[in-house]
T-cell receptor, first 111, second 115 residues
């Protein structure tokens, strides 16, 4: 039962351009959505979150957009930097403790 | 503040042995979560604990797996009679409260290999 889906296993972007990572979900009860970044041999690191009552949240180069009617969210990174190369996980929860993660998208930022 | 500490980083066990994975949450964090990542897959929720209590273990296999978070000491994820399918990266995370907005702090994981 895959409630959070990241359909693109990988994405390649030129340095300085925008990276757009997409995520779809099926559970309309989700209250919060989060993005995590993971480097090899390390644990995931929390990046940014958004409440279901908002449609946009921005933090520096990172912006998350939420489209509730489409059950879709996206993470925009602009400008992309080589250090952004990592696996990005989309996650969601219903306001409680059980966070559901997607399978991840591997981002490559080429210099 | 050393963050979430997991040990060992790598653990090799033969089929049928026991695996013990340890997690020390960040100082001041009383909520601990265990996740498992199988190769090429995302993180799967296993169990959520607060001090001395298991709050939700719905993601944990009913047999061979157990978790605890005692009053003193680290949280332990225990896998008895390991099988090859248990090979995975096991991540522990902690948070100061049950607040989804701020995200969890994850440890670096324990990579379990069953041979």
């Amino acid at each position: 039962d895959q409630q959070v889906k990241q359909n693109s296993p990988s994405l390649s972007v030129q340095e300085g351009r925008i990276s757009i990572l997409n995520c779809d979900y099926t559970n309309s009860m989700f209250d919060y959505f989060l993005w995590y970044k993971k480097y090899p041999a390390e644990g995931p690191t929390f990046l940014i979150s958004i409440s279901s009552i908002k449609d946009k949240n921005e933090d520096g180069r990172f912006t998350v957009f939420l489209n509730k009617s489409a059950k879709h969210l996206s993470l925009h990174i602009v400008p992309s930097q080589p250090g952004d190369s990592a696996v990005y996980f989309c996650a969601a929860n219903t306001g409680g403790f059980k966070t559901i993660f997607g399978a991840g998208t591997r981002l490559f930022v080429k210099a | 503040n050393a963050g979430v500490m997991q040990n060992p980083r790598h653990l090799v066990r033969r089929r049928g042995q026991e695996a013990r994975l340890r997690c020390s949450p960040m100082k001041g964090h009383s909520h601990v979560y265990w996740y498992r990542q199988l190769p090429e897959e995302g993180l799967k929720f296993m169990v959520y604990l607060q001090k001395e209590n298991i709050i939700d273990e719905s993601g944990m296999p009913k047999e061979r797996f157990s978790a605890e978070f005692p009053k003193e000491g680290p949280s332990i994820l225990r896998i008895q009679q390991v099988v090859r399918g248990d090979s995975a990266a096991y991540f522990c995370a902690s948070s100061p409260r049950d607040s989804p907005v701020y995200g969890y702090t994850f440890g670096s994981g324990t990579r379990l290999t069953v041979v």
